[in-house]
């Protein structure tokens, strides 16, 4: 069974840094699709970055580009997001998620982890 674990969020004063980790188990990820997406109370989840498998072409939105950098070990099924120069409004619920191809919706979904940003 696919499961997708998060990890390293929490609370960060405006300006600071976090790293958060999401762990595969159930199967081998290295040629799939890994994406992170957040959502903010009151709002719509929304795209933040993602890694393909073949070549590790990075795709960001427009609000995070210059301060959020998504990787990926495929040897420990992991694919992390260091966030840096942290803004208030990057306060929401962080999902990581894994696609099978390197378009369209994705298949498999974490629980979240919650990052805080205060100013």
């Known amino acids: 069974q696919v499961q997708l674990v998060e990890s390293g969020g929490g609370l960060v004063q405006a300006g600071g840094s976090l790293r958060l980790s999401c762990a595969a188990s159930?199967?081998?990820?290295?040629?799939?699709?890994m994406g992170w997406f957040r959502q903010a109370p009151g709002k719509e989840r929304e795209f933040v970055a993602s890694?393909?498998?073949?070549?590790?072409?990075?795709y960001y939105a427009d609000s995070v580009k210059g301060r959020f950098t998504i990787s990926r070990d495929n040897a420990r099924n992991t694919v992390y997001l260091q966030m840096n120069s942290l803004k208030g409004e990057d306060t929401a619920v962080y999902y990581c998620?894994?696609?099978?191809?390197?378009?369209?919706?994705?298949?498999?979904w974490g629980q979240g982890t919650q990052v805080t940003v205060s100013s």
């Open positions: 998620a894994v696609a099978r191809s390197d378009y369209g919706n994705y298949d498999y």
């Open positions: 159930g199967r081998s990820f290295s040629s799939f699709r």
């Open positions: 890694i393909i498998g073949s070549g590790g072409r990075t």
